[in-house]
């Protein structure tokens, strides 16, 4: 028996429902990911240094850095006083104060988080022209510096 | 190491946790508070402390503290001359905003005016 024009349409119907549903699953499923992943951006760890200010902020209250201590001109603290004044190659345990083997520095204002609302700061974070030209690869990496790991 | 090992007592210890500011040398000509430095973080860079600031003691910033007599109780005068000679090498002719943003030492007796313009001086500002 050959195929009528209805078994046609109706294959094409449970083809495009299938593709609905598929599309709501994959919607949903990437909502509840970037939740999660939301979750930890909206951290004070991450937060205190992807600050929409001209200072960084500390603790899990984010208060701003004490002693009056800047972002400057390019993120890495004032001129004469850069973070690497304080903050060294690794975390030290006698000081407390927190270090990476990369250079201290805060994120670009390109990269402030505080106040977006969650849809905006994932359109940030995916937005080469403010993540730093990174594709999504690229923002992955990031998040194995040794800064933000 | 500074103190106890190499005799080198102008260097003083103050909060121990990187935020008086008391302890400031130069690594590699940057300001660091070392405190929080790691020995094996200072391996192969070249550290200055107040003693290697100059030679003779002949330093426009030295000369401008005995000018403005800065020092009240002096403790944390060294670290505030050596964060003030890292800020003069970044900015020759600093504002009060500069130095506001980079000189964030602490110190008891409350000497801040006098540290500034003590900056401003030697920046060859004289106020």
Known sequence: MKPSLLTFAGFALVLVAAGAVMAADTRETSLQAFAVMDSVLTSP????????????????????????VVRGDNGHGAKGFPCSSCHGRANNPSSGVPGADEDWHLAPLSMGWEGLRPSLRCIHLKDPRRNGGRSGAAVIDHLQTPLVR | ???????????????????????TVHVNGEPVRSCSLPLSEAAGKTITTIEGLTADRNNSLQKAWIAEQVPQCGYCQSGMIMAASALLKQIPKPRDADIDAAITNICRCGTYPRVRRAIHRAAGGGK
């Open chain 1, 45 to 68: 760890r991450c937060q205190n240094c992807h600050t929409s200010t001209a200072f960084p902020r500390q603790g899990d209250d984010r208060h701003p850095h004490r002693f009056n």
């Open chain 2, 1 to 23: 190491v500074l103190r106890d090992d190499l005799g080198l007592t102008g260097t003083k210890f103050g909060c121990g946790i990187a935020a008086c500011g008391a302890c």
